[in-house]
């Protein structure tokens, strides 16, 4: 006979680990909380009640979403102290935590969905909050003014759709930091079940189509690329992408590598 199952966040108050719902909700939304060795990340996943529940080491950042940017940060050498900020699918606000915590001086976070983003975030003086807006749509006069640095980590539709309506809004030699998700590149041919692309030549084709279209179609210059230091909620590997809003500056890219340190790192042993 199987065990019962139960709401995540429910079970985390009944086993006594939080005193409240809203608090285990915060612990698993920024990606603290596991569940028999697996990310559990949505507080109404139902899980066994005889599941091994562990709270790991604290997130400094209000979601996963903060660590991925925080290792581009640091591998493109990139600076954002005192920078005008756009964070394009804002959702929890991970990246714009993260913008925030390394010296960002203002961000416009951006997202389709409404009430998502972190509370402390949502009353800091340096974000402006642009709920229910497409970024494929975002014009220039929403922002009012152009930012210095933009990063794109959205869902269910490609970068190739939403990077062109940002070109107008990011200083020239302006930066974004692109987070490539395989699932919503690739074909869905491609996509496994759960929407997990788990081929490493999906991952590289997805890699040299991407990079192709924003050198050739969109004029823009890529310099560097990694791989996230963690999956997506699906168990996808994902990258990282550095580019710049100008033409004359391309760096030639080992893609090969990239995709086998992602591999050697988060694949399946």
């Not at 995540?8 to 608090?23: N, Q």
């Not at 612990?27 to 066994?48: C, H, M, R, Y």
């Not at 409404?114 to 909050?129: A, I, S």
Request: glycine share 8%; aromatic share 6%.
């Amino acid at each position: 006979m199987k065990s019962p199952k139960q709401r995540l966040d429910i079970l985390l108050v009944e086993r006594k680990l939080f005193e409240t719902r809203s608090a285990a909700q915060r612990e698993i939304l920024a990606g603290n909380v596991f569940v028999n060795g697996q990310l559990a990340d949505k507080p109404g996943t139902q899980i066994s009640v005889d599941s091994k529940i562990e709270i790991r080491a604290k997130n400094p950042y209000v979601s996963q979403g903060g660590l991925k940017l925080e290792k581009a940060l640091r591998e493109f050498a990139i600076d954002v102290t005192g920078k005008i900020c756009l964070d394009i699918g804002a959702s929890t606000g991970g990246f714009t935590d993260c913008l925030l915590q390394h010296g960002a001086k203002k961000i416009f976070s951006v997202d389709v969905g409404k009430g998502q983003l972190d509370w402390k975030l949502r009353n800091d003086p340096r974000v402006v909050v642009l709920e229910e807006v497409n970024a494929r749509y975002l014009k220039p006069e929403q922002i009012g003014e152009l930012a210095d640095l933009a990063t794109v980590d959205v869902s269910f539709i490609s970068l190739k759709l939403v990077l062109p309506a940002l070109i107008p809004i990011v200083e020239p030699d302006g930066v974004f930091i692109l987070l490539v998700k395989p699932q919503f590149e690739a074909g869905r041919e491609h996509v496994g079940r759960g929407g997990v692309v788990k081929s490493r030549e999906i991952h590289l084709a997805v890699l040299r189509e991407l990079t192709h279209f924003i050198q050739n179609q969109l004029k823009l210059s890529v310099i560097n690329g990694t791989f996230s230091p963690i999956k997506g909620p699906a168990g996808n590997i994902e990258f990282l992408l550095h580019v710049l809003n100008s033409s004359d500056k391309q760096n030639p890219l080992n893609l090969e590598q990239i995709v086998s340190g992602g591999h050697a790192q988060l694949g399946e042993k």
